[in-house]
Structures are given as structure tokens and as C-alpha cells.
């Protein structure tokens, strides 16, 4: 199995074409997961609804709303999960979005289809990362959003493909130029299910110990909706549709109940670089995180 060419396998698969109709509510919902508090009420009032522009990853591990219908998340990047049959659980690294449009935050259809863009080989038993695009358009057919995200297969390494490329981000060598406290509340994980994903290991502590983990945790692209609405707050406050582009590395694992710090480090006109911190740990969950806005 570790010979297998995955790279050859699995380059240029795509799962099938997908839709996600929304309305306000489900906005409204996701604002709520990633943390929105009582005065956001551009983030949860319809009569003055933005969305929150992450929303555009929801497509990525979404089931609610979804046609073809599927009861958990099955982005291209299972497509390795059937030929690897992993018998621990794979891990997303990283993921990046860039806007095209803002999104409409009243209603409308996401059409949208996943491909596998790259297979990187880490090495003999230190596994594999399979990196998926997801390109999500409107009902006119516009694009709204970009998708990248990368997977981490422990027991699928030594395949002879590439190296996974490092990342350009290197946070600076001094003290970050804003703070921002927050908290992942007791049930955040559950809240944030309902906004689509489903995986079994978010909820499931029984699930979750069998595939290695201490029980349920967070997902980590609540993590990046929560960087998402707190860098908005700091950096465009009250104009989420002037970011442009969001990615992060996924260092840690997080588990709900935990009091957390957004650090940024302005590093030019619309750019920022960031970490998302666990203050009882002091361990990056978001690492090497950039966030870039239109002036």
C-alpha cells in the first residue's frame, strides 16, 4: 500500500458537482459558530446582514443544505481516504480562501465542485498531504470564492512524490501589533456542526478516542471563522467584504472550553500576518496565518 503512486492516483479527481442553498438563518447560524457576540448585529440581524466571509468555507466538509445529499462530509480529499484506508485519523493542515465577491448574506445557491490539485510526499512513515480546490460560484455562475486545503494522511508517506512546499509566512521576531482575547465556549464544537459538518470525531468522544484523539475537539475550520471575525473587528471593522484573502496553517488541536488569543502583526498596506493562540497552553492553534483586505 505505501508503494502505491498516489500522486498519479489521485491528481485531477473530482468528487461531483454540488449545490448549498442558504438563506439569512443559516448566515446568521454561522456567525454565531465562530463566535459572533451580542453586539454583532451586522453579523446576526437581517436587517443589517453581512456575511462573515468564511462562510465560503462551508462547502468544504458541508452536509446541511446539500444536494447530492450526504449525511457527513466527503470533499475530494477522501477520495485518498478510500485507497489509504487510514485506521487513525487524517488531519486537515491548512486551508486558504480567497474572495472574489462578497457574499450575499440574504439567500442564494453555492454550485461548487472539488479537485485534487496536488499529492506531497513527507516521507516513509511520516505520511502524506493531499491538496484540494474548491471553487464556489453563484446562481449567475460568478465566482463568490476559492477554496484550498490540505490533508494529512499519517500512513501514507514514501510514495516517491514531491515535498509539501514550506509556507512564504514567516511571523516576525517581535511582539504583535494587536491582541484579542476570546473564548471557545463549552459547546462551540456542537454549534458549529449544525452549520454543516458533521464528522463523527467533533462530537463523538468514542469516535474520537478510537481514531487517536483524547475525545471530541473543534473543528479547525471553526478555528479559522473565529481568526476570520476577530481580524475584521481589529483590521476593517464593519466592512468584512473588503478582505480579499485568508490561510492559515492548523498546528494544534483545540478543544471547546478553552479561553483563546488572536495576535497580529501588521505587515503592510492590507496585509497582516497572525497566529490564533490556546491561552492555557500557550500553542498556536492557527499558525502562520495571513489576512490581506482592499483599501
Given at each position: 500500500m505505501m508503494k502505491l503512486k498516489l500522486d498519479e492516483i489521485l491528481v485531477g479527481k473530482k468528487m461531483e458537482p454540488r449545490y448549498l442553498e442558504y438563506n439569512w438563518r443559516d448566515v446568521v447560524l454561522y456567525a454565531l459558530a465562530v463566535g459572533a457576540k451580542r453586539d454583532d448585529l451586522m453579523y446576526t440581524y437581517e436587517k443589517y446582514l453581512k456575511a462573515i466571509p468564511t462562510y465560503g468555507t462551508v462547502p468544504y466538509w458541508g452536509t446541511v443544505n446539500v444536494r447530492p445529499y450526504q449525511w457527513m462530509p466527503l470533499p475530494a480529499s477522501m477520495l485518498a481516504n478510500d485507497i489509504i484506508k487510514p485506521t487513525i485519523s487524517f488531519l486537515n493542515m491548512d486551508h486558504e480562501i480567497i474572495m472574489h465577491r462578497p457574499i450575499d448574506p440574504i439567500k442564494g445557491t453555492f454550485q461548487y465542485q472539488d479537485v485534487i490539485t496536488d499529492v506531497y510526499d513527507r516521507g516513509e512513515g511520516k505520511g502524506a498531504v493531499v491538496r484540494t480546490r474548491i471553487d464556489v460560484r453563484d446562481e449567475a455562475g460568478n465566482d463568490v470564492c476559492t477554496n484550498y486545503s490540505t490533508t494529512f494522511f499519517h500512513?501514507?508517506?514514501?510514495?516517491?512524490?514531491?515535498?509539501?512546499?514550506?509556507?512564504?509566512?514567516?511571523?516576525?521576531?517581535?511582539?504583535?501589533?494587536?491582541?484579542?482575547?476570546?473564548?471557545?465556549?463549552?459547546?462551540?464544537?456542537?454549534?458549529?456542526?449544525?452549520?454543516?459538518?458533521?464528522?463523527?470525531?467533533?462530537?463523538?468522544?468514542?469516535?474520537?478516542?478510537?481514531?487517536?484523539?483524547?475525545?471530541?475537539?473543534?473543528?479547525?475550520?471553526?478555528?479559522?471563522?473565529?481568526?476570520?471575525?476577530?481580524?475584521?473587528?481589529?483590521?476593517?471593522?464593519?466592512?468584512?467584504e473588503r478582505m480579499?484573502?485568508?490561510?492559515?496553517?492548523?498546528?494544534?488541536?483545540?478543544?471547546?472550553?478553552?479561553?483563546?488569543?488572536?495576535?497580529?502583526?501588521?505587515?503592510?498596506?492590507?496585509?497582516?500576518?497572525?497566529?490564533?493562540?490556546?491561552?492555557?497552553?500557550?500553542?498556536?492553534?492557527?499558525n502562520r496565518g495571513v489576512f490581506e483586505w482592499r483599501n
Open positions: 500512513e501514507a508517506g514514501g510514495f516517491g512524490g514531491a515535498p509539501m512546499p514550506k509556507s512564504p509566512v514567516q511571523i516576525p521576531d517581535r511582539g504583535p501589533d494587536v491582541e484579542i482575547d476570546d473564548y471557545i465556549s463549552p459547546v462551540q464544537n456542537l454549534l458549529y456542526r449544525l452549520t454543516g459538518d458533521t464528522n463523527l470525531v467533533h462530537v463523538d468522544p468514542q469516535y474520537a478516542q478510537k481514531m487517536g484523539f483524547e475525545t471530541s475537539f473543534m473543528q479547525g475550520l471553526c478555528s479559522f471563522g473565529f481568526a476570520c471575525r476577530m481580524a475584521i473587528g481589529a483590521l476593517i471593522p464593519g466592512e468584512p480579499t484573502r485568508m490561510a492559515a496553517q492548523m498546528t494544534s488541536v483545540l478543544f471547546p472550553d478553552t479561553p483563546v488569543m488572536l495576535q497580529l502583526w501588521k505587515m503592510g498596506e492590507g496585509t497582516a500576518y497572525f497566529k490564533l493562540v490556546n491561552k492555557t497552553t500557550g500553542k498556536a492553534v492557527l
